[in-house]
């Protein structure tokens, strides 16, 4: 890939980040913005936010810059040891640069046009204002489309942030997740989805798509509902505090349909129970368990350690012979397992730190064995060679389904056979490491 343009800025803090993060892309091979998105997480931001923060003359937000160098830093060469240093390195530029360089521009939505849907639901906007035109004639609305949802709810609440301003009832936060459901269903219909005779798949890399020679206006309609789709994961986010809906990363039609429905369900009980502490402490834990099941969601696709199918080879050779000729294929990776090694850390270690905060025993149990399972995986392997990723998914699994049945009030499921084998393995392991030290 050719080297992306500079902008023209003035000597200065903001010129000294936009040097570094030009040279950190150098380093790293000139990847591409859509390849850099996907490594990142396609929901997180668009590809044209990451190429115009190398590429704009305006300050890039610090969320962009921390992401973005730290994936550049994984794929530097010669490799860069300290990635987190590197990240704080930039972070440091950017404060530098911050408060004397003007703000990036707000990303500006695709304006799709509001038209009549064939939903297999009620106009989820009826009767929110006493009409079905509440949607175009929402206060600071009037394109019909769906709010920025309130991405500083959280610091009001927990850190005494924005006293300034009022925070958004439940309500409101409802609201806003049936006017980003709603959108998101539109663009899915739009896309036909799986109801079509012709299926298109919404989260086809573009460069298939335009491989495959489809039409522009089918690839304008899929980028504008992956977005419309990461603002609802945000209203949802942001409802979080008060009730939990889940939302697959790939949600079907009927999932869409079913987050409109859940969130009118909590707006016209009025956002509030008769046990008003009793639903605070729920909620906080249920925030809570949001966040871990992200991480856990995180953990289950992190890629295998470079060096685990080469290490598994040799555990299973049954001669000097076998293990010297695996051995003379070619050195371990030793760098990039150092480099897979950091980033599975410091989920691991986000996991604890956020599981900390789960008011349920029970759940917060469950959560640290599935942790305590993981860190220990070498248990597995050296047993029954059982791989780190294979002990690292099966633990991850069923934490994600205790943390659902937490959520809709259902009893913990009971672990299948294999978490209880991987279990036993860590188990047995922990009682001769004890013993030991006795």
Same mark, same amino acid.
């Given at each position: ?7 023209? *800025? ?7 980040? #936009? ?13 591409? @913005? ?9 929901? $997180? ?18 969320? $962009?810059?921390? *992401? $973005? ?26 404060h530098a640069a911050h408060g004397d360089a003007p703000e990036a521009a707000p990303e500006i939505v695709s304006d799709r046009v509001e038209g009549p849907v064939d939903d297999p639901f009620d106009d989820p906007f009826e009767d929110m204002d006493g009409n079905a035109d509440a949607r175009e004639a929402a206060p600071g609305n009037p394109s019909g489309r769906a709010e920025a949802p ?24 409802? #609201? ?7 959108? @998101? ?93 009793? #639903?605070?402490?729920? @909620? ?20 295998? /350690?470079? #060096? ?6 040799? *555990? ?30 410091? *989920?691991?270690?986000?996991?604890? $730190?956020?599981?900390? /905060? ?46 659902? @049945?937490?959520? /809709? ?14 279990? /036993? ?14």
């Amino acid at each position: 890939m050719p080297a992306w343009k500079k902008p023209d *800025l003035p000597e200065g803090p903001l010129k000294d980040l #936009n040097d570094a993060l030009h040279a950190l892309h150098k380093r790293a091979g000139y990847p591409a @913005a859509r390849k850099l998105q996907e490594m990142i997480g396609k929901e $997180v931001f668009s590809y044209t936010k990451i190429h115009d923060a190398l590429t704009k003359p305006f300050l890039p937000t610090r969320g $962009v810059v921390e *992401l $973005v160098v730290r994936e550049l830093a994984k794929m530097a060469r010669p490799p860069i040891g300290d990635i987190e240093a590197e990240v704080n390195r930039l972070v440091e530029l950017w404060h530098a640069a911050h408060g004397d360089a003007p703000e990036a521009a707000p990303e500006i939505v695709s304006d799709r046009v509001e038209g009549p849907v064939d939903d297999p639901f009620d106009d989820p906007f009826e009767d929110m204002d006493g009409n079905a035109d509440a949607r175009e004639a929402a206060p600071g609305n009037p394109s019909g489309r769906a709010e920025a949802p309130n991405a500083d709810l959280f610091d009001q609440f927990f850190r005494g942030e924005g006293a300034e301003s009022q925070p958004k009832t439940p309500e409101d936060l409802a #609201n806003e997740v049936i006017k980003a459901a709603y959108k @998101a269903h539109q663009g899915w219909v739009e896309l036909d989805g799986h109801d079509a005779e012709r299926s298109i798949d919404p989260f086809t890399p573009a460069e298939e798509v335009m491989a495959e020679e489809w039409l522009d206006y089918e690839l304008r309609d899929r980028r504008a509902y992956r977005s419309d789709l990461a603002n609802l994961k945000s209203a949802l986010s942001d409802l979080a505090l008060y009730h939990t809906i889940f939302l697959s990363e790939h949600p079907l039609r009927k999932e869409l349909v079913s987050v409109i429905e859940q969130a009118r369900q909590f707006r016209d009980q009025g956002g509030s129970a008769n046990d008003q502490e009793g #639903n605070e402490r729920r @909620a906080h834990t249920l925030v809570a368990a949001g966040r871990v099941y992200q991480t856990l969601t995180e953990l289950k696709r992190l890629r295998p /350690d470079p #060096n685990q199918r080469r290490d598994l080879r040799i *555990l299973l050779a049954e001669t000097i012979e076998q293990v010297k000729e695996i051995e003379a294929e070619g050195p371990r990776d030793e760098d990039g397992s150092r480099i897979w090694r950091g980033e599975w850390g410091a *989920l691991i270690q986000r996991l604890e $730190v956020e599981a900390l /905060d789960i008011g349920d025993t029970d759940l917060r149990e469950r959560i640290k064995e599935a942790r305590v399972i993981m860190e220990c995986h070498e248990e597995p392997f050296k047993q029954s060679g059982q791989q780190e990723s294979r002990t690292r998914y099966i633990a991850a699994e069923y934490a994600m389904k205790s943390i659902e @049945a937490f959520r /809709d009030g259902d009893p913990f499921p009971e672990p299948p056979a294999e978490y209880v084998h991987t279990r /036993d393995f860590v188990l047995d392991f922990i009682a001769e490491w004890e013993a030991s030290r006795r």
